[in-house]
């Protein structure tokens, strides 16, 4: 398996403009995670899915943030309009949901928003 | 609130040596511990996982331990080389959220020289 997959790897944009940060996870997996890290406040959740259904929103941040997950295989989060205060790198995770369950990580999108 | 808090923030160690990571948790209910390595320009990968029960787990050359009744967790690595270079980051999964929710360290920065 290649693990979860992000796309894209780096992502630099204008202050204002949308950004989507893409993600498929690992194949059978029905939990999927969206975090956000940065050098002052680590890794933090943004939402979690399970069975493509967002169950935890509460870790975005506010509404120009979204997430969706169509079908389980692929997931998008949002930024309109981006901030310089969202540079961070984005990580999704995805896991099945046995208790325990580890959750893997995907290699990032790092954002910069000038 | 729930915390999980690590030290040191960054250590530098000679190649060969051992070192000793700390965590502390505020957590509850608990769980189950990860000890996680991450590379840079990578997401995290899991070492260790400890439950309640478990008071050490190895992987290699990494040996965590858990005091459940402290609150405390470490991560020993014995003749460090210089792959070894990373931030580890301690994990603590929250016990009423079917362990879906993960509370993370800050991280321990670790470089090993020459």
């Known amino acids: 398996d290649a693990g979860v997959i992000q796309s894209p790897r780096h992502e630099v944009t204008e202050m204002g403009q949308e950004v989507t940060l893409r993600c498929k996870p690992i194949s059978g997996h029905n939990s999927l995670f969206w975090y956000r890290q940065t050098m002052m406040r680590g890794l933090e959740l943004l939402i979690y899915?399970?069975?493509?259904?967002?169950?935890?929103d509460s870790g975005m941040p506010e509404d120009r943030f979204s997430a969706k997950m169509p079908n389980a295989s692929f997931s998008t989060l949002k930024i309109q309009p981006s901030e310089p205060r969202d540079s961070a790198v984005y990580f999704c995770?995805?896991?099945?949901?046995?208790?325990?369950?580890?959750?893997?990580f995907g290699p990032g999108t790092r954002l910069t928003v000038t | 609130k729930n915390q999980v808090e690590q030290s040191p923030q960054s250590l530098i160690i000679l190649e060969g040596k051992n070192c000793t990571l700390q965590?502390?948790?505020?957590?509850?209910?608990?769980?189950?511990l990860r000890w996680y390595k991450q590379d840079t320009g990578r997401g995290p990968v899991s070492l260790t996982i400890m439950t309640f029960s478990e008071n050490t787990k190895s992987n290699g050359r990494y040996t965590a331990t858990l005091d459940a009744d402290t609150k405390q967790s470490s991560l020993h690595i014995t003749a460090s080389q210089l792959s070894d270079s990373a931030s580890y980051i301690c994990v603590v999964s929250e016990g009423t959220s079917g362990t879906y929710k993960y509370i993370f360290g800050t991280g321990t920065r670790l470089k090993v020289l020459a």
């Open positions: 965590c502390n948790y505020t957590v509850s209910p608990f769980s189950n």
């Open positions: 995770a995805s896991s099945s949901t046995a208790p325990g369950n580890e959750q893997y």
């Open positions: 899915f399970n069975n493509n259904v967002p169950i935890d």
